[in-house]
């Protein structure tokens, strides 16, 4: 099975490709959708949806995993979050993906057994998991892989 994880966000959109077969999880790709600050809003989701359109036209996925959102102070942040979530939702649903959804709890409980575990932690473990000699960077990949991942493990 190919996922494709997603870290929801508007300035930084994290993605990672994962292959699972026979309870291994193997690196297709990974990285970020960068959109310039102080560009308008549109414009910004638009550029979302063309990259994530290219990325899902050239890895060819059979699920989306998306991160659910967790916002306790900033309203403003929160707000344009969800709406990079919506329109990448939306791309993988276009694409005829099915769509799971799981909360920073689920996510860090099905990658260290600890729902509490801290950014750090699950980095290691995306890259313990992967077999890889680094941590992917920036967060925001290392983060959509680890949905990629628990999409796996749930699915198994």
Do not use: Y
């Given at each position: 099975m190919r996922i494709i994880g997603i870290d929801p966000g508007t300035g930084i959109l994290g993605f990672?490709?994962?292959?699972?077969?026979?309870?291994?999880?193997?690196?297709v790709t990974a990285g970020v959708i960068t959109t310039p600050a102080h560009t308008p809003l549109d414009e910004r989701l638009e550029e979302i949806f063309e990259?994530?359109?290219?990325?899902?036209?050239?890895?060819?996925?059979?699920?989306?995993?998306?991160?659910?959102?967790?916002?306790?102070?900033?309203?403003t942040t929160a707000i344009s979050v969800a709406q990079a979530r919506g329109v990448a939702m939306l791309t993988g649903r276009r694409a005829k993906l099915p769509i799971a959804e799981y909360t920073p709890q689920q996510i860090k409980q099905s990658l260290t057994g600890y729902g509490k575990a801290d950014k750090k932690q699950i980095q290691e473990m995306v890259k313990l998991q992967l077999g890889l000699s680094e941590v992917p960077k920036p967060d925001d990949c290392?983060?959509?892989l680890a949905a990629a991942i628990t999409h796996a493990y749930m699915n198994r």
């Open positions: 990672g490709v994962i292959d699972f077969a026979k309870n291994k999880s193997k690196l990259g994530l359109t290219d990325i899902i036209a050239e890895t060819k996925p059979d699920a989306m995993s998306i991160e659910k959102l967790f916002f306790s102070q900033n309203i290392a983060d959509a």
